[in-house]
């Protein structure tokens, strides 16, 4: 029985999945400014990309969901590869970008790999592993998009906690400091009843203080 295009191809790249993931990080050190420790700082994020190019072999082999074939450790390391593009300050389009790459190097393994069978493969069957491929990478972007997305909010909701903190503490200091002018005025006005000149001018001074201090109290608590 023939063996399947998608079988063949998914044994030989995964013969191949250390010459992938070296070509595939030549690559990135093309494209990155990064030093070359900085593109995979964590060594189980290199380690992992052969196995990630194992992965794409069987989705090319396989009909399974494609969450079953990448499996949980293997969206575990996209997951941190996109977190780290994403503290490096790179914006979703480079992760995109270096998927594109991957797949352009795993593209020309399987066109030199089809080049090389002893019986050609039908137009069916290079539809259906193309097919495979292209989702497959399409399943990775989304992984990518998911943990950008979230990352996004993540930070607003932060964005918005500091804000609503520095809100609430400017709004308590410009109150405790009203509140202390108010009274310092209405003992001004006890002390100029009673014909106490010198309190009087103690409490207005103390009223000037507070009111001065309302321009620096923003850019005190920002400091």
């Given amino acids: 029985e023939r063996t399947s295009l998608g079988g063949i191809l998914a044994g030989e790249l995964r013969a191949r999945a250390d010459q992938i993931a070296s070509e595939w990080l030549a690559r990135l050190l093309e494209r990155l400014p990064e030093a070359p420790h900085d593109i995979f700082p964590e060594r189980s994020l290199l380690d992992h990309v052969p196995e990630l190019v194992e992965r794409i072999s069987l989705s090319l082999a396989s009909d399974a ?21 994403r503290a490096q300050g790179y914006d979703l389009d480079e992760l995109f970008a270096e998927l594109e790459v991957l797949g352009e190097v795993v593209a020309k393994h399987v066109i030199e790999l089809m080049g090389e069978l002893s019986q050609p493969a039908t137009a069916g069957e290079g539809a259906r592993v193309a097919s495979r491929f292209q989702r497959v990478l399409f399943a990775m972007g989304l992984v990518g998009a998911d943990v950008f997305l979230q990352e996004g909010v993540r930070q607003r909701l932060r964005r918005t906690e500091i804000l609503a903190s520095y809100a609430r503490a400017v709004t308590h200091e410009l109150g405790m400091r009203t509140r202390a002018a108010q009274l310092g005025t209405e003992l001004a006005r006890s002390h100029l009843a009673a ?6 001018e103690q409490s207005l001074a103390r009223v000037q203080a507070n009111l001065e201090r309302f321009e620096s109290i923003p850019m005190d608590l920002l400091g």
């Fill in 65 to 85: 969901k494609l969450d079953d074939v990448l499996g949980v450790d293997v969206l575990h390391e996209l997951r941190l590869l996109a977190q780290l593009r």
């Fill in 195 to 200: 014909g106490r000149m010198h309190e009087a």
